[in-house]
């Protein structure tokens, strides 16, 4: 399974959350959104183990199997349809979710995330 990481994820991981670090053991290959990266130093510029977090963060792409994943041309696409079918819903989502959602349909991806809100996108497969 290639598997779409969410920022709470992320932390769950480095929590050592175990049914994550099963989870992403088995995945054929773990992308991390270019948004999530942005989401996750904003975070750490807000907390007390910045240099700690930024130094786990920095090696985290270089593992194998992990690629960072980064919006295109392409991109805008998907996030247009589903935009517009989450306004039609009355259902929105944070935008930074919503290129995270773009990301995982343009890759055919799944998406590893806490967030109860993507399930208003049934496009977006979810663990």
Do not use: C, K
Not at 26 to 43: H, Q, S, T
């Amino acid at each position: 399974m290639h598997v779409a990481l969410d920022t709470n994820r992320y932390t769950d991981l480095q929590r050592g959350d175990p049914a994550v670090v099963h989870t992403l053991q088995y995945a054929a290959a773990i992308y991390l959104p270019l948004i999530v990266l942005a989401e996750l130093r904003a975070g750490f510029r807000g907390g007390n183990r910045f240099s700690a977090n930024e130094h786990l963060l920095s090696v985290f792409p270089a593992r194998p199997g992990v690629v960072v994943l980064s919006p295109d041309e392409s991109t805008t696409h998907h996030y247009g349809v589903l935009f517009n079918q989450l306004r039609q819903q009355a259902t929105p989502l944070p935008t930074n979710d919503l290129w995270i959602a773009s990301l995982v349909v343009q890759h055919g991806l799944t998406l590893y995330s806490r967030d109860a809100h993507f399930d208003h996108l049934p496009q977006v497969p979810r663990l």
